[in-house]
């Protein structure tokens, strides 16, 4: 994720990113598995590693975090 505007460069990690464009290339290569390591947030000193892959269809992403925030977020329900 970037957003030059809003003085974020880019996002030291981002796995919904990384595992659409494993899914985007497995299905250019005719829904071929892969295996592939994608690196995020160089730039900006938070160097991430990311491993996604495809299987039989699916596509899945993995890798190490450091919590940076914690919260509840309650909805309240109308009924």
Known sequence: MFSPLDGI???PATGSATVAAVAFLSALENGADLSLT???GV???R???LDARTEAGKAYV???CVPVMDGFFTLESEV
């Open 9 to 11: 460069a880019e996002d």
């Open 38 to 40: 994608f690196t995020q």
């Open 43 to 45: 730039d900006m000193g």
């Open 47 to 49: 160097p991430s590693l």
């Open 62 to 64: 993995a890798g190490s």
